[in-house]
């Protein structure tokens, strides 16, 4: 009877704590910001089991009051109209409009310090990379009173990688806050490494410590760090420079063939890109709940999509204008504009939401001083794959010869029984469909809209007639030096000037050498 | 000259194709002209074609109320597609051969500035819906979008004052605007004490896509433990990639937060926010304004242009602001002749949609609230700060040396868009 009677009393504090988020509303609610702040410490302070998930919702911005009954509700969106679960206890309650709710609105400040209060709830979380993340979510941020139950826990944390995190994060607080021993041990912990907490503490200790051996041991540490810093700032720099080439290759590339093996002065190379990216975003709509895997579908689509209109176009314009640059430069250019005015007109003339798949979001830490971002780490490989396979189509296989023999002199190639016609609207129908395929990453890296394509068509032709035209090799290496070339003049030029300097550079290279890094060779450049 | 023919028709097509739209039914006899000079093609058409769309609707609106002075408004659209001296020209065929009694449009700074000189010798009038870099008065223009002092200075006080910010990334696109207000800004930054190494300018080209190194740079130059904040005046389509970048670097606004000044709803629903939550946006409306207005605005919106996606944004409340206010001098004057509304004009007070009251300054830019706004996942802003009364439009900058004496009042007897107190002089343009 006592027991029953006990485990009744629990059960009913636990549900009176529950509504605690109910009587805090009109301060949560409140436009002054130390009241709301105070009410998301007695949420925490709290007994609540529900706090966690309080707290959670705040941050998330999903944490409303019902305009009607003054009822605090976790809302989610869907579609138009936001499902509803009361805050107190989860029951389910009917959907609304958003008029209908009061947000409880979070500003940076308060999002910060919520995540350092569900940091400290999460500290004692079963899974570890939960409690990695709690760790590193309160780096720099916890005081005396804090950083002692976090010893306590270091103490028996078994997973290493949060074992040194927390001693991490006992060390930052220990160099400025903590006893001499405390202190040295810190020192020990923190030498070598590159965080930026470590070091904006060492900064501090080396500018207010009064103890002059402490002082020279920081200034030690930060000068060590900040040359380890410089290498791997040099590294950063490089890989900026190779993932921008690499941008500049995947747009170029399908150029090169239309342009370089063809001699087609294609100005309407860009809008097939940006087929490319449009086909991306409607295999996305498509496919909503499957946004990882639409990329690896979109890449097929999209070399068909954008495969067919440039077959098309070169049926029914280039065809007749071969042998006259001029025109085919005027008509390609109509064709560009009209393919631009098309996707305003029956599309919209407003940018489209393509999703980046969450294996392309973040970036693969490799120390704290370097991080390289993943989707330009896929970029920079999908540009190489796309140039070797293009590689071997050009060179190994039936169908590259053909293109090649009829690149160089369509008469004989004619003559030996090569169906010219057809290998044109082949051949210009594979650089369009690479042009597809390049919409599909750089979809992943800007805007998708009408105007997508004037943004990379100059580069384009830049890439190609500096790597020599007709060379894939050339728009590889040319693409590439532009690219580390551009990255290494912007830290000191300005982005405005870097690009004025490489195109100055240009200039002047073609001037020197008129055919390009890569000259063709052979009769058909001589005629 | 088979591009310049090529351009002509796609705008002949877009131009039909927006008359197609139009839903004011077209009577050639007693009806008032309104001009509308938005580009429907070429880069600026993502910006502009809703702007174009929102005056149709406010003009639709004024005609179920009756027109004005008894008659029916009638919408003369345009396209000047993006190209700068086609907005001269097409002003001039609005004013010359439509017989317009009023302008609503442009957005860029450029477009403004040559329709400027057309729209003075014409004598007609211009409403401006866009935030701009101000130093600018004409009497034949009303500028209804925000001055610098109504949204770059608050910004910069909500950042240093609230989140208390102490070094600054003043990132811009290279040209007027962010040049401008960068000039205004950096001037104001050393005025309040700031040391010039805890400032960090930096501009790129329009549509920059690659922004790996500067982000990289702003990591580093607000890694020293104090608070650093962006303010950026990049434009329009820049944004999108700079903001991934932010957060494919793990930038987040918790650390280093960014405030823009030309990202609203519009811009953000062109893609996926959820990394970008906490950023700030500083305008005088946010689609998320609470006010019986906004949501009777914001229905009357979505029914037009049907569908329930479409978002409000700022230079759309400054068309209603600035249109409203036109139908409130034209009946005040009793006509629609150009001095008399005019004059009319300056004094007019109309409801805005964030519940309260703007009016038309002597300077002819307005008064408005400055709202403070972070981005949420939805891709809409929740408004964090307001100042807390309205902030009148300065047509010349406090902070700049060579406009701080400059005054715009455009009332008899100075009637001078640029008045210098010290000298005494006026030296521009007069009635």
Known sequence: MVLVLSLLSVTAVASEDNELIQTLAPELLSKSKPKRLMAIDEIAASSAPRKALWLQAMIDGDLYQLKKTDEIVLATRQGNTYSLTKASDGTGLDSVKKRALRKIKIDNAMRSYLRSLIGTLALQSDDTEERFQAVYSLLGKVDSDAVEPIRKLKSQEKSERVHEAMGLLISIHDLENGTAEQQADAFEFVSGRLDNDVLNSLRRLSETSADKQVVAQAVMLLDEAESRKRWYTYIETLFFGVSLGSVLVVAAIGLAITFGVMGVINMAHGELIMLGAYTTYFIQQLMPSAIDYSLILAVPAAFIVSGSVGVLIERTVIRHLYGRKLETLLATFGISLLLQQAVRTFISPQNVAVINPSWMTGSWVVNPALSLTLNRLVIIAFCLFVFAVLLFVLTRTRFGLQTRAVAQNRQMARAMGIRSARVDAMTFGLGSGVAGIAGVALSQLGNVGPNLGQSYIIDSFIVVVFGGVGSLWGTLVAGMSLGIGNKLLEPWAGAVLAKILLLVFIILFIQKRPSGLFPQRGRAVES | ?431
């Open chain 2, 1 to 431: 000259m088979i591009n310049q023919s090529k351009r002509k028709a796609i705008g002949a097509f877009a131009m039909t194709f927006a008359a197609l739209t139009m839903t004011t039914p077209v009577t050639a006899a007693d009806t008032i002209k309104v001009g509308v000079l938005h580009s429907l093609s070429g880069t600026m058409a993502i910006s502009e074609t809703t702007l174009k769309d929102t005056m149709l609707m406010l003009i639709d609106q004024q005609n179920e109320k009756g027109g004005v002075l008894g008659k029916e408004l009638e919408a003369v659209v345009v396209d000047p597609a993006s190209d700068w001296p086609l907005f001269a020209e097409k002003a001039r065929e609005l004013i010359e051969k439509e017989k317009v009694s009023a302008i609503f449009g442009a957005w860029t700074s450029v477009s403004r500035k040559s329709v400027l000189p057309v729209i003075e010798e014409l004598n007609s009038l211009l409403f401006y819906p866009v935030q701009y870099e101000g130093e600018e008065s004409s009497k034949n223009v009303f500028y209804t979008g925000a001055s610098p002092n109504q949204q770059a200075i608050p910004a910069v006080e909500y950042l240093m004052n609230e989140v208390g910010a102490v070094r600054w990334v003043l990132a811009g696109t290279d040209y007027v605007y962010p040049r401008t207000t960068n000039k205004i800004l950096e001037a104001y930054l050393l005025d309040k004490g700031v040391p010039q190494e805890d400032i960090m300018i930096n501009y790129t080209p329009f549509g920059h896509s690659d922004w790996q190194s500067i982000v990289a740079e702003i990591k580093q130059f607000g890694s020293t433990g104090k608070k650093t904040a962006v303010v950026s005046t990049v434009n329009g389509d820049a944004n999108v990639p700079f903001y991934k970048e932010l957060a494919n670097q793990g930038v987040s606004a918790e650390d280093i937060p960014v405030v823009a000044f030309s990202v609203g709803e519009e811009e953000l629903s062109g893609f996926d926010t959820s990394p970008l939550v906490g950023h700030l946006a500083a305008w005088n409306y946010f689609m998320s304004v609470e006010s019986d207005e906004n949501d009777e605005f914001i229905d009357a919106w979505q029914s037009f242009i049907g569908s329930e996606e479409r978002v409000t944004n700022d230079p759309m409340e400054a068309h209603y602001i600035g249109f409203n206010m036109w139908v409130k001098a034209v009946e005040k004057a009793g006509t629609t002749d150009t001095n008399a509304v005019e004059a009319a004009m300056i004094g007019v007070s109309v409801p805005n949609l964030s519940g309260g009251y703007s009016s038309m300054l002597p300077n002819h830019h307005i008064t408005k609230p400055v709202l403070i706004g972070e981005i949420q996942d939805d891709g809409q802003f929740d408004i964090v700060w307001e100042t807390s009364g309205l902030v009148a439009g300065d047509a010349w900058s406090d902070f700049l040396p060579e406009s701080k004496n400059l005054i715009s009042d455009w009332r008899a007897p100075m009637a001078c868009g640029n008045y210098n107190v010290t000298t005494g002089a006026c030296s521009g343009q007069t009635l």
